[in-house]
């Protein structure tokens, strides 16, 4: 049986708030995260955020959205696609 996905066609978008509270939607999936960086694929592709004492607050992959606070020096969007299988792919074999 194969796996449905029956989320909405998400779009993207990014709100940074005074460069400490960070609201990204249409994110499928968290390849990692540290203090320092968090990457991200998007539904337009892998996003890398910089900062310092960066935390997720929320993570939600049904409905795609992830609120992140700490400071906030950089936002980077890779132009190459991502392979896919990331953390919890490796995990699970995928």
Known sequence: MAFED????????????DRNRLLVSGVEEVES???GSILLTTALGALEIQ?????I?????????????GQV?????????????????RLFGG
């Open 73 to 89: 020096n950089a936002l980077l969007y890779e132009n190459e696609p991502r392979e896919r299988g990331g953390l919890l792919g």
């Open 51 to 55: 900062g310092e004492g960066l935390h």
């Open 6 to 17: 029956n989320r909405p066609d998400m779009g993207h978008r990014v709100i940074l708030e």
């Open 33 to 35: 995260f540290d203090e």
């Open 57 to 69: 607050e929320k993570l939600s992959l049904d409905g795609g959205d992830l609120k992140v606070e």
